[in-house]
């Protein structure tokens, strides 16, 4: 069982930056294809980023691509997203999640293991 905890999230101006982390607790993180989602009140979950086990190869929403990088540190079992020119649509509970496969996915149901979530909220 992999367990997924997220943190970085919290009340931002719009214009502003955050970085979420996800912390893994698992020797075999560095298998596994990291993918970062979001949900809004009201609204599906939705696919924010995507990073294959190596770091190499990434994937990014239409809304999100040039203001949101993701990354990981395998040695520290822990993926990343720095969210930057924040605006109030990005406001969601943002989930971490893992997949068996080592490359990512824009699709949820393709990932095996989720975090709790953590809630971002970007004030106008």
Sequence with gaps: QVKLVESG???V???????????AS????????MGWFRQA???EREFVAAIDRNGMITYYADSVKGR???SRDNAKNTVYVQ???LKPDDTAVYYCA??????GSRWYADYDYWGQGTQVTVSS
Excluded at 26 to 33: I, K, L
Excluded at 98 to 103: D, S, Y
């Design 9 to 11: 999230g919290g009340l």
């Design 13 to 23: 101006q719009a214009g502003g930056s955050l970085r979420l982390s996800c912390v």
């Design 26 to 33: 698992e020797r075999t993180f560095s298998s596994r294809a």
């Design 41 to 43: 009140p009201g609204k």
């Design 68 to 70: 949101f990088t993701i």
């Design 83 to 85: 969210m930057g020119s």
């Design 98 to 103: 893992a997949r068996t496969a080592g490359l």
